[in-house]
């Protein structure tokens, strides 16, 4: 009983190694066939045997298919059919007309010596490359300041919109300053609130003082020696300071109006002549800080604008005051 | 009593698939056949039309041999070779047909 298995199984192994040998090589053949299609397909099968070359493929592929399934004797067949049809392809591929060949033309390459993809007989500068900055891009001349306007493209915001260099090349359009602070709206930062330039049209963050539309307010109130007019405290300078560092940062602040102010006590002419030795003496401060005296006047104005009752001391110490008033910009 | 129905049904309707699903592929490879035959492909796209008739022959012989899968796909480049032939025979001039391949 063993025997006979054994002797079952050995042919079964025999059968299976002999079909796996027969499949590699049909494999192998199949292969063959395929490099001569190759062949024949390269010498213009196509045209000079169409029939035969459809027929070789068409049958390597059934043969493929069968040896994928096992049916290497059928692949064989198919195989056979591929090579007879191949050779004879191949056969015909010497008998067939050559194709008119094309008619050689030279072509003499343009030249494009700065590199610039155009070519040297339309470049109108061979030896600068265009920059292809969307202006005037195919002349092949690169275009460093488009606009004309003085300020190179590399620093104009509005290159092809003349424009002044302080502007940063772009059209100066007075219009268009709401703050009037001499930073155009399309390069102000703070459109509606006046800045310097340096500061993008923002205001500048004073520590005793801000600017608005109408006037320099002072934080804290500049102090005299009673009765005169005399600036007392270091902290008054100081604010002083400051009001003139707005008036530098603000050129469009054409004029400044500092206002005296007294409270009630005392006589009128008194009060009048001390109100404009102290707002005579702030503008003095203020030349002394850089600030062109023609853009500075002193007005006192006496008990005459009080902001608050003079009947209690902190009414009267509101009324004793200086003002600083934008009367031209 | 259901249950035991719809497994066999459900079997049944998968056995079905390559079948006719190769059927479909074989029709339309035959109408496409049919209308590069009529458009002049036999003489004007030899290599298409060749491939094309050799294609659907085999995709029937294995239908006939129950290999669906390999009919469905010998089919269908039956249909694009077909499809092929057509076009190049209706693009070609009418009055000019093509040379014979040279014989030895």
Not at chain 1, 200 to 209: D, H, M, S, T, W
Request: overall charge negative; proline content about 7%; hydrophobic content about 35%.
């Amino acid at each position: 009983m063993s025997g006979r298995l054994a002797r079952t199984l050995g042919v079964l192994s025999l059968a299976i190694a002999a079909g796996c040998a027969s499949g590699m090589r049909v494999r192998a053949d199949s292969a063959a066939t395929a490099a001569k299609i190759d062949l024949a397909r390269r010498g213009d099968a196509q045209r000079c045997a169409p029939r035969e070359l459809a027929t070789a493929e068409a049958n390597l592929d059934f043969a493929n298919a069968d040896l994928d399934a096992g049916e290497s004797g059928r692949a064989l067949d198919h195989l056979r059919e591929a090579d007879a049809a191949i050779a004879k392809a191949l056969d015909m591929n010497k008998y067939c007309v050559q194709k008119s060949a094309e008619p050689l033309v030279v072509k003499i390459a343009d030249g494009d010596r700065d590199g610039d993809g155009i070519p040297d007989s339309i470049d109108r500068c061979p030896d600068e490359p265009e920059d292809f900055d969307g202006f005037q891009d195919d002349d092949g001349c690169p275009d460093y300041d488009n606009d004309n306007d003085g300020v190179p493209d590399s620093e104009d915001r509005c290159p092809n919109t003349p424009g002044p260099a302080s502007n940063a090349g772009c059209p100066v359009l007075e219009e268009l300053d709401s703050d009037k602070d001499g930073v155009p709206d399309a390069l102000d930062r703070c459109p509606n609130t006046p800045g310097p330039a340096e500061n993008a049209g923002c205001p500048v963050e004073y520590k005793r003082v801000v600017v608005t539309q109408e006037r320099i307010e002072i934080k804290q109130q500049i102090r005299f020696k009673p009765g005169s007019g005399r600036i007392t405290g270091n902290e008054s300078l100081e604010t002083l300071k400051d009001v003139a560092r707005a008036l530098r940062d603000n050129p469009q602040i054409k004029k400044l109006r500092i206002e005296g102010h007294t409270d009630s006590v005392g006589s009128a002419p008194t009060n009048m002549k001390l109100s404009q030795l102290r707002a005579n003496a702030v503008k003095a401060q203020l030349v002394k800080n850089g600030v062109e005296p023609g853009r500075l006047e002193a007005v006192g104005y006496g008990k005459t604008q009080p902001l608050a009752s003079n009947a209690t001391s902190a009414g009267r110490a509101q009324n004793r005051r200086t003002e600083f008033k934008i009367v031209d910009r | 009593m259901i249950r035991a129905l719809v497994a066999p049904v459900l079997l049944g309707s998968l056995m079905a698939c390559g079948p006719v699903k190769s059927t479909i592929s074989l029709v339309d490879a035959n109408a496409q056949l049919d209308a590069a035959r009529a458009a002049g492909a036999e003489k004007q796209a030899p290599y298409e039309w060749t491939a094309a008739t050799l294609y659907l022959h085999e995709a029937r012989e294995e239908v006939a041999r129950s290999e669906y899968e390999h009919a469905i796909d010998f089919a269908n480049k039956a249909s694009k070779y077909a499809s092929q032939a057509r076009a190049i025979a209706e693009k070609a001039p009418k009055a000019q047909p093509t040379p014979d391949p040279a014989r030895p």
